[in-house]
Structure formats: C-alpha cells, structure tokens
C-alpha cells in the first residue's frame, strides 16, 4: 500500500507545489501518477522523505514487468502532438456519430405512432446508450487532451454521472494539508477513477483487486461483494435501466453493461467503444482482452432509486456483474412470478432460484413455529436456541393418530402459527389488551363447550374457565416477555380459553 | 362407631382444629377410619386430603366429587387413564393439582396430557415415564405446562428431539428432567434444553445417543447438581479432550457416569477438573479401576461417595483409593472383580469414617478384610456383602462386636452361623438383615436376633433351612415393626409360625414359598391381622386352598400381588380373590384345580389387573375376546411355558448351584 499512498502524494506534491523537496525522485514517477484514495494523507508525506524501492524505481528498470511498456510509451507519447490530433480526429468522428444519432432521434420524433409502441421504446433504448457511450467516449478524450492527463484516458470510458460523484468523495481529502489540491483535482478532470490497472504493475493492491475479481466472478450472488470495501471511485460505476435490466438478453457489453441477444449484435455494439473493437480480431472474439490493455474494474448500480445498490445511496455498496445486478433487480424489485409446482406456496422472481428451491422443496421438513423452514434439524435447533418463544413445531401428520380435540387443537395450532407472523411482534405489557381483546373474541366465537362436549363435560363452569386464563397470562410476563405472535397459542397466558379455541 | 345424633358434637370444633388433628394422622388406615366417623369429619377430610392414590381409574369420577383439593395425584395404580379422565382431572383440580404421576397408566394420549398442562396451571411435577406410544405431539402439550418444574419422561421412545425441543421451550423453569431411555432424544434436544432450562438442578440422560457435543450447554448449566449420564456410550474420552469447559460444573453434586465404557481415567480426570465439588461419584460397570482412575480423583476435595459396581479393580486402583486425601462415607464395590484383602483392608483402614460398604460377590476376600473393616470403621451403618464364601464364621462375631451402627446387613450366602448371628444381635439399630442362604443358622441365632432387634423391619431367611416355628415365632414377637419377611424354602415351618406372624400388624410382604406345611388356616390367621398386607407368595404351598383365599379376599384389601402356582386353589378360590379391589398382579402356573371358565370368570370379576402370569396352555382355552377385553383394561398377560418341578432339598439346591457357577 506504501508505495501507492506515496505515488499518490507526490501527484499532490508536484501539483499543488506543497513539498518541492521530494520533486527529484517524483517527476519520474508522477509521469504516470496513480490514482488512489485507500490511504489517508498522513503516510505519503512520512514515506516522501525517506523513498521506498518503489519510489526510486527509475522507469528504466520498470521496464521489467510485463505491462510497463505499454505505459512508457503512452507516457512519451503524453506530449506527442500527433497523438493530440489524433485525439482531436477522434474527437470529431465522434461528435459525427453523435450527431448522426440524434438526427435519428429526431427523425424518430416526427414519425406517427406506426410502430407498435414497443419497438419504439426498444429502438430509443437502443439509441441512448448509444449516445451515453459515445458522450462518454468524448469526454474521457476530450479530458485527455489536457496536459496534466494520462495518456491511457483514452482507453477509459468513464460516465459523466461519475465525475459528480467523484467530487464528493474527494472532499475529505481537502481537509489539512492537501487543500490547495481540491480545486485542481475538480476543475482540471485529474481522474482519480482512473482503473488501479493503470498504476505501475507491481502495485500490490491493484494485483489484490485482480484476484478478487476473479474469485467472485463467478458466483452470481449480488450480496457477494459484501466485504469487497474498494474504496470508492476505484471502479467504474454502471447502471443500466430498468428495461434493459428485464430485457432476456444473454450477451453483455463489458463496457457499458448493454445487453444483446444475440452475440453478432453485441459485437456490432461494441464497435462503437472505439477503433480498437473494430480489428477483425476483435469482432470475431469480442469477449477476449485486446492485448494487455489493461482494464478498468466495473461495479454496477442499481436503477432503483433508494436501493442501497443504487449509486445515490448513502452506503452505496455495488454490485459485481450484470448478472449480480440482473439477479438483485428481479430478487428486490419485481414481482415474485415463479411459483414452486411442489409446495405452490414459496414464490420466486428468478428462476433460478425457483430450480434450487424445487430441488430442495419438500425436504425442509424442520419447520419452527414462526414458520421457517430448515432443510438441517441442527439448524433449526439453532435457531429455536437463538429465538425466544420460538418453538419446534410438529409436523402434522405425526399429530394425526391423535384423538379428535387434540388433531384439531394441532392443526389450528400450526396455522395460527404460519398465518400469524405479522401479528403483534413483542408482546410487551402494553400490547397485551390488544392479544387479550383477540382472544376474548375468538372466544366467543368459538364456542368453548362444543369443544369438550365429546368429553363429556356437561355441568362445567366455562365462565370460570374463561375467567381462568387470566392470571397465568400475567405471569407470563417476564419468561415469555419476547413472545413472537404465533407463541401465543403455547404460551401459558392464553391458558384454558387457548385451548377451547384450538380444540375448537 | 358414633351414633348419628343431632346436634353432632364434633361439629363445634373448628375446621382448623380437625385439620390439625388431621395433618398428624399419617396412616390411610387412620384417615380412612376418622372419616368414618360421621358425616361431618367425612367432609371435612375429603376437604383436607392433599395426596391421592386411586385404586382404580374407575372410581375416579367419584373420587373427583368426593375430595375437592387434591394436589398429589399418584394414579400408578391406575393401569387404564384415559384422555377423559385426564380431563375430568384437569377440570376438577385445576386450581390446586400440583403433581401428577401418569408413569403406570396407560391408554391416554397427548390431548389428555394438553388438557392437564393447560388447565392445570400449578402443575409442577409431572410423571409421564413407560409412555412409550407418546410423540412429540404430546410434548408440544406438555410444552403449555409453563410452571413445570419436574418432568420425568423414561422410555418414552417415541419422543425425539423435536418433541424435547417444545417442552426445552414451554417449560423453561423445568429443574428436574429425567430423559432415560429416550432413545429418540439425541444431542439436539438434550442441548436446546440445556440452553433453555437455565433452572434444571438434575438431569438424567441414561442410555441417550448423546456425544460431547450437548455437554458444554450442560455444563454451563449455573445450578446442576445431578447429572446422570449412565450407559451413554457415545461419550467418550476422545470427545471430552475437545472440549472446552469454561466456568461450568462448579455446582455438580452427584456424576453418574456408569457404562459410559468410552470414558476413561483421561475422560473422568477432564471430568473432575471441571466438576471439583462432587459428592457422590457413580463408576459403576466402566472401565477398569486402574491407579491413574484413582488418582483422577485427587481434585474432587468434596467426594463422599464412590460406587464401583461391577468394574474390573487393581490393588493399586484400590490402594489409591485409600491414598486419597478425603474420607469416603460410601464405598460400593460390589461385584467387583479383583478385590483383594490387602486392597480392601488398606482401603477402609484410610477411610474409618465409612458408613456404607458394599463388597458384595467379592468371592476373594476373607477374615483378613473382615477384621479391618470392623476394626477401621466402627460407624457403619450398611454392610453389604452377600456371597463372600471365603470369609469363615468367626468374621461375623467381631463384625457384632465392633459395628454397632449397623442398620442394613446382608449376609445372604455366607457361612455365618448361630454364633455370628448371637454377636450380630448387638447391632440393636438393625432394620433389615439378609440370611438366604446360610445353611448354618438355626432358630437360636434367629432368636437372639429377635430378641435385640426390634427396630427389625426387614428379613430374609431364604433357603435358610435351619430356622423353624420357634425362630419365625421369637422374630414375630420381638420384632413388632417386621413388614417383610421371607421364609421361602423354609420347609419346617408350619401354621404355627404364621400365627405368630399374624401378630405383626405392619406386615406388608410375606413370601413363605415352598413351605409344604403350612396350611390355608394359618393363612387365614395372617389373613385377618395383617391388614397392610399386599404381597403374598404362596407358590409351591400345596396345602393352602380356596378356604385360605375366602378370609383373603375378605380381610386382605389391600393385597396387591398373590402367586398361587403350585398350589391346590380352586376357581372358586381365585373367583373370591376378585373380591380384593387392587390386586393388580397374579401369577397362577400349575393350578391343579383351575377351570379355564373359573380362570375367565376371575380375569373378568377383578377389575385392577396389570399383570398376570399364565400358563402357556391356557392361550387357547380362553376366548380370545375374553384375552383381548382384559387387555383393553390394562392388563398384561405373560404366558409362561415352564415345566412341572418337584421340589428339590435345600442341600441339594445348594450343591447344584455351586455346580452351576463353576
């Protein structure tokens, strides 16, 4: 992390001239400064005075690791005037495309509503991420232009939306020392989004991230990331909308996360990141790595606005994939649709986990009395342990050899359980009257003596009876203090009048 | 009997005088007779009675009616309990029933068992043990028994963890639970009721399918004093060094760890570390007691009892015993292979503060071991040590000379003569002395014995072939308080010592098998002065007949058990024992004179039967329907196929058991 947290300050230091001592050593490395944010802004400033390996690395010796090369040059070539025109030509090309898709718009516009309304939404899409890439395309090159600016900008496509953002995360670093850097960072576009990749290969961090990345990859879990703690900005951020999140598409965009159909398609689009995807090499395997190019690391955001995967939120925490971000949007934010054909109760809005649910169903035969299911009786002892007033419940049909009253007691029993979760939670001395008041009237609907007419209970004082289940509901108090809504059919308060319910 | 007259004299006492008057009398008989006295004491004992043991579930109901404030219900003489009159039950003492034993009754299911809990809210101690059929439905009804404070639960086989796990939640002031063959209840259960029963003082855990992993929630336990972990094979000494016990098990007072063959001196060394203020230590049947076993239990500085029943001991396991730094009050090594004199004496004479020893078939030891242990430790109260052949008849004279606390001896099997037993006498505190077996004794020892002891509550002459009419006599005279006898196989004895025996009102248990001489008028005379009586075995008494079963069924009514086999009762005999309202268990092989109607007619008229033992032949002569009717009440048949026996002599007896053990 040093070496980084120190690469980082001399990029303030030269730029803000706030330590010109150490410019010796920083004019070589600051060439290509790297971007980070990770460390505060105590250590730099110890490590300039006494310059680690890292730092005294002269770029010669650099050129030992596979990726400097590339670097290098791009690092000569930063002054190059033929690379600005190239640049500029860039530049024009793309305002022409640009201009090109907004005519299309307008042409689109003045059309009558011929087309069936879904295709024009469909082609609309299509078309504003067109435009976003290409305006994406255009500042990240127009940002390269600047001086002060990396050269490898150009093979970045950072989103205009991110740039605010970047704003904001930088302000703590304005805090002491550093704050003549702000306004500099800010105005001149001095990208701290800039991928690690481009920082100086040996930078361990980078190589961590590199691993982590691949480590997740793979799974398809959105709440995977949990830990992941990149330190804001270190990514790109992504966010499709929502269509494009529900559209059936198989083939992704690594760029801008638009999804296709069909892979021809896709290549198609990619064509329009750059020069680069154009190569006969690249259309025919779009999905390998050009070369070496390094690449900047994605993160996704959620277009639901207050989702804590949405870009916008406080705690902001991204998602790692297209399909993470698929997967998250359906899970939190549509309709469960799928409905499991075994149980026909437990609903699922991916199908995926409608599949893993169908292979398990019916085998989670440990239910609580909240009405989870476990497919582990370990695992649900753990949870009994945890949860006070939760209780094992008994599967029906171990009930079932049982006399009348009590089959009828159990089945009650169990429903009011499962169909009660949401039913006064805590039980709290203030929430009692309203239990009581409930069960008082389940009382009088239900009949008490038709439940033990069977036992022959004639000449039984069931208004005693009733008065009885008060006491022990007081008493309950303390032991049962957390007494989820279900629990009060075994819980003692309830007393004799629960039980002439639920033989009922 | 008071004349009825009005106004009733009694009845200007006050109702708190009577009540005390009432708390004193302990005797059923006494209740019995006060309240029928007159009307007014009558109501005012049914209003008094707090404990009740029915006969029979029949009379419940009215039994219900008659006594209003019933907090003790024992109904294990009520084989047939039904859901309703667990009910009834329920409704009846809703207020006041505290306690319930169902442990004997069948028949009734979890809705009674729901009942009881729901409407019974002072219910703190229920008995559900032998209800095998129960599942875990019946546990979530137990589970509504909030206030439960004692639970036991033995060989309810079909309740598994989940069942354990609703009462773990619904009782959660449970201090007592007895799982013992629970064979469904695994380490889940055990563990969910150590995490929720913070309260429990004792736990029985005997023969569950239970590893290491339920011990530490058992051990964290604040309050245990008693945990029995008897026959849990799953627990092993590999299993303990895993664990790791924080601050637990200070509280253990009693650890019984018997046939757990899995823990070893290393498992019980990591079982004391933990539990340093155990009393009584149970090792019965479990691995060898070796020295490192013994000295494993140098850190329990409160131990009081050790019992090593049935475990392989060493000299030096023994000896270290006798090293440790605390003084035993219970000794029990009772079948205990290897126990040598020198161990045992160097044993009890390091621990002289003994008060019970059980060397019991500890065939090796002999005079030497003796002589210190009546030397070393004079306060012994018990003495246990049938079958220790070696041990020659002067032993028994210094025993007498030196332990005059004894109040428990058993000397069955031993060769112990008139002698000893003259010296024995000495130990006027004795209440029950055991001589089956000992050949060598004759009515003078016995008498010296009865002459002494009239603290003698309890004796067993068994095959001691030498004791007649003059012996039993001097007992039944001198020991006043007698409640057991055995003379079984004594064959001299004859009418004349049951009369004697009828002087003894508090006689309970009379066995006076094979005793040809006896007839049904000395019956009769035990018949109509032995009141408490309710064990009888008159096997092989070929001279007793339906004349000695009518002043039985007559006076006897609270005989429980009768064996009539061998002897000359008749249909008509067994027809007027179904007179006696609890008897509850007969056993009828070779009846000569027994008709399968007269057998039907009996089976039908008593109506508390739980066990009768049968010969195999009668199966088919009775009507199944008939069979299977008795079996809906309550009753257990077992049908027996033995063979007709001849008596042997005692000698001979004697001679072919020897020959048996070798």
């Given at each position: ?504 | ?435 089956g ?23 067993d002459l068994y095959r001691s ?20 006898i055995n003379a079984a196989y004594c064959t001299?004895i ?16 009379l066995e006076i098998r094979g005793c ?21 075995d008159i096997k092989k008494c ?21 064996n ?99």
């Open positions: 992390m040093n070496p980084m947290g120190s690469l980082c300050a001399n990029n303030w230091a030269r730029s803000s001239s706030l330590l010109p001592h150490g410019n010796g050593i920083q004019t070589n490395l600051c060439s290509d400064p790297p971007p980070f944010y990770g460390v505060g802004i105590e250590a730099p400033f110890k490590e300039i005075n006494q310059p680690s390996q890292t730092q005294s690395v002269i770029p010669g010796e650099s050129n030992k690791d596979i990726k400097i090369p590339d670097q290098e040059t791009g690092k000569l070539q930063d002054w190059d005037p033929s690379a600005m025109l190239n640049n500029l030509s860039f530049l024009e090309e793309k305002i022409h495309q640009l201009q090109g898709l907004v005519h299309l718009i307008v042409n689109k516009k003045c059309l009558p509503f011929e087309q069936p309304h879904e295709l024009v939404t469909q082609e609309q899409q299509l078309i504003t991420a067109d435009l976003t890439s290409i305006i994406v395309q255009l500042i990240s090159t127009a940002g390269s232009l600047l001086p002060s600016v990396r050269h490898t900008l150009t093979n970045t496509s950072p989103l205009v939306g991110q740039l605010n953002q970047l704003r904001g995360i930088n302000l703590p670093f304005g805090s002491g020392a550093s704050n003549g850097i702000q306004p500099q960072n800010n105005s001149g576009n001095k990208l701290f989004d800039q991928s690690i990749r481009n920082d100086v290969p040996n930078n361990n961090c980078d190589m961590e991230h590199n691993h982590n990345m691949e480590e997740h990859e793979h799974k398809d879990d959105e709440d995977m990331d949990e830990g992941e703690n990149l330190p804001p900005g270190s990514y790109e951020i992504l966010q499709l909308e929502k269509e494009e999140i529900l559209a059936p598409h198989t083939h992704f965009c690594t760029i801008c996360g638009k999804g296709f159909k069909r892979d021809a398609n896709l290549r198609m689009h990619m064509r329009g990141h750059g020069d680069e995807y154009k190569t006969p090499a690249a259309l025919a395997k779009p999905h390998k790595e050009i070369g070496s190019e390094p690449k900047l690391i994605k993160r996704y955001s959620c277009p639901y606005a207050g989702c804590k995967r949405n870009k916008d939120h406080k705690k902001f925490q991204p998602l790692k994939t297209i399909l993470c971000v698929k997967n998250h949007y359906k899970r939190t934010h549509c309709d469960k649709s799928y409905t499991c054909s075994r149980c026909h109760t437990k609903k699922f809005s991916v199908i995926a986990d409608l599949k893993t649910h169908e292979k398990h169903c019916g085998k989670d035969k440990w239910l609580c009395s909240c009405g989870t299911t476990f497919s582990r009786k370990d695992k649900l002892f753990g949870h009994i342990a945890l949860f006070q007033g939760h209780t094992p419940a008994i599967p029906l049909e171990d009930t079932k050899g049982l006399a009348e009253p009590h089959d009828r007691c159990d089945t009650k029993e169990n429903s009011t359980i499962l169909g009660s979760m949401n039913f006064c939670f805590g039980s709290n001395p203030s929430s009692e009257n309203g239990v009581n008041n409930i069960m008082d009237v389940k009382g009088n609907i239900d009949d008490p003596i038709n439940c033990f007419s069977p036992l022959n209970f004639e000449g039984c004082n069931f208004g005693g009876f009733n008065e009885f289940s008060q006491p022990p509901f007081e008493d309950s108090e303390s032991s049962f203090s957390f007494l989820m809504s279900g629990s009060f059919n075994y819980a003692p308060k309830s007393g004799g009048e629960s039980c002439s319910d639920n033989l009922l | 009997m008071k004349k009825q007259k009005n106004p009733n004299p009694f009845e200007s006492l006050s109702e708190e005088l009577v009540f005390t008057i009432l708390d004193l009398l302990e005797n059923s008989q006494s209740k019995k007779s006060f309240s029928s006295c007159c009307k007014w004491f009558h109501a005012l004992e049914s209003k008094h009675r707090r404990a009740l043991r029915p006969l029979r579930a029949e009379y419940i109901p009215s039994i219900l009616a008659r006594y209003s404030s019933v907090e003790n219900l024992d109904l294990t003489l009520c084989p047939r309990v039904n859901d309703t009159t667990l009910s009834l039950i329920a409704r009846a003492y809703r207020d006041t029933l505290r306690r319930v034993d169902l442990s004997r009754s069948r028949f009734f299911t979890g809705t009674g068992v729901l009942n009881l809990a729901v409407n019974c809210l002072n219910l703190v101690e229920l008995d559900l043990s032998n209800a095998t059929e129960l599942r875990d439905a019946a546990m979530v009804g137990v589970a509504r028994a909030g206030n439960l404070e004692k639970l036991w639960l033995n060989r309810c086989k079909m309740v598994t963890d989940m069942g354990i796990g609703c009462v773990a939640v619904g009782c959660r002031k449970l201090k007592l639970i007895s799982l013992k063959w629970c064979v469904g209840v695994a380490d889940l259960g055990v563990d969910l009721i150590a995490i929720k029963c913070k309260e429990l003082r004792s736990m029985d855990l005997s023969y569950l399918p239970i590893t290491e992993k339920c011990l530490s929630s058992i051990f964290k336990l604040q309050h245990l004093e008693d945990l029995v972990l008897e026959g849990c094979f799953g627990i092993g000494d590999d299993s303990l060094n895993n664990l790791v016990f924080n601050e637990g098990g200070k509280t253990l007072k009693k650890l019984d760890i018997s046939g757990c063959q899995n823990i070893s001196h290393i498992g019980l060394s990591k079982l004391t570390r933990i539990s340093g203020c155990v009393e009584r230590l149970v090792l019965a049947d479990g691995s060898p007691v070796i020295l490192a076993l013994a000295n494993s239990l140098n850190k329990l500085s409160m131990l009081q009892s050790i019992i090593l029943d049935g475990c392989i001991v060493t000299s030096d396991g023994l000896k270290a015993i006798g090293n440790l730094c605390i003084s035993l009050k219970e000794l029990s090594l009772s079948k205990c292979l290897g126990v040598t004199d020198k161990a045992l004496s160097f044993v009890v004479s390091k621990h002289r503060d003994l008060r019970k020893l059980d060397v019991t078939c500890c065939r090796k030891i002999t005079d030497f071991s003796i002589a210190s242990i009546a030397n070393s430790c004079r306060s012994l109260t018990s003495l246990k040590m049938e079958s220790c052949t070696l041990v020659p008849s002067e032993a028994y004279i210094l025993i007498g000379q030196k332990c005059h606390y004894l109040e428990e001896l058993d000397l069955t099997d031993n060769e112990i003569d008139d002698e000893g037993l003259e010296s024995i006498a000495r130990c006027s505190r004795l209440s029950s002395l055991k001589l077996i000992c050949l060598n004794i004759t009515d003078r020892g016995i008498a010296s014995v009865a002459m002494c002891c009239s603290k003698l509550k309890e004796l072939t030498g004791v007649t009419d003059l012996g039993i006599s001097a007992i039944a005279s001198g020991c006043p308080e007698l409640e057991m001299s004859t009418d004349r010592a049951l009369f004697c025996l009828s002087k003894c009102p508090n006689l309970q248990t040809l001489l006896v007839t049904s008028i000395g019956l009769a005379s035990i018949a109509m002065n032995c009141r408490q009586l309710n064990r009888l070929y001279n007793i007949d339906d004349s000695g079963m009518i002043p039985l069924s007559h006076f006897s009514q609270n005989l429980r058990q009768i009539l086999s061998y002897s000359s009762v008749t249909d008509v005999g067994l027809l007027s024992l179904a007179g006696i309202p609890c008897l509850q268990n007969f056993t009828l092989l070779h009846l000569q004179g027994l008709s399968p109607v007269g057998l039907a007619a009996a089976l039908l008229a008593c109506g508390g039967l739980t066990k009768v033992k049968l010969h195999v032949s009668l199966r088919s002569l009775l009507p199944e329907l008939l069979i299977r009717h008795v079996e809906a009440r309550g009753c257990v048949f077992e049908w027996r196929d033995k063979v007709f026996q001849a008596e042997l002599d005692p000698k001979c007896w004697k001679l072919q058991l020897e020959d048996l053990m070798q």
